[in-house]
């Protein structure tokens, strides 16, 4: 019972934005950028009385356009942690980025009551977003980008819903080779040539 109190602190400093641990950068594995995003304490009610864990959400990334998320639940917080780590390495996605620092178009996304609009930005602009989607495109290695929540606050839901909108995304190669133009056809000539070059 004495663990319970630190538990529930816990719990409400994943629900601020969760980068307290985040902030710490790479774990485990140097290549991957690993940030919990929320942390909770949960009850499994039982014969004897409650039996107290904890469900952790986590969002992987190589900072070069992969990302994934994960959650886990254990007795312990590392465990879950751990669980949640492992299972978002598992569901990594790869998003094409223009000039590896932005998106290539605006998107919208939408999971449950979850609904995000991600803009892509200019030069100098920086992550405008907040909570879970500023984890999303740090781990992704975004560097400019304007998103905004217009639905649940829910971690879950937002990150999922974030996920969503970067999978919407296409690159002007990508949209090129299946409609069987060049990459100029399709953007101006400036845009066109730094497109071959990703």
């Known amino acids: 019972m004495a663990q ?3 538990g529930g602190d816990r719990g409400q400093r994943g629900q601020r ?5 985040g902030r710490g950068g790479p774990r485990e594995d140097p290549e991957l950028i690993d940030k919990l995003v929320s942390i909770n304490r949960v009850a499994k009610v039982v014969k004897g009385g409650r039996r107290f864990g904890f469900a952790a959400l986590v969002v992987v990334g190589d900072g070069r ?8 639940k254990a007795r312990e917080v590392p465990e879950a942690i751990r669980k ?5 390495k598992n569901k990594m996605i790869r998003v094409p980025l223009r000039e590896g620092r932005t998106l290539h178009h605006d998107s919208t996304g939408r ?8 803009r892509a ?5 920086g992550i405008i977003a907040g909570g879970p989607m500023r984890a999303v495109f740090e781990t992704l290695g975004v560097q400019d980008v304007v998103a905004k929540s217009t639905g649940s606050p829910n971690p879950h839901n937002m ?3 974030t996920l969503a909108a970067l999978q919407n ?6 949209i090129a080779a299946k409609r069987g133009k060049k990459v100029g056809d399709i953007v101006g000539r400036r845009e066109g040539a730094q497109a071959e070059k990703e």
């Open 4 to 6: 319970a109190p630190m």
């Open 17 to 21: 934005g969760g980068s307290d641990r």
């Open 65 to 72: 356009g992969r990302v994934g998320y994960g959650s886990g």
């Open 84 to 88: 949640a780590t492992e299972s978002a």
């Open 111 to 118: 999971f449950g009551a979850g609904k995000v609009v991600v």
């Open 121 to 125: 930005a200019p030069p100098g602009t």
């Open 159 to 161: 990150v999922k819903a």
């Open 169 to 174: 995304l296409a690159s002007p190669r990508s």
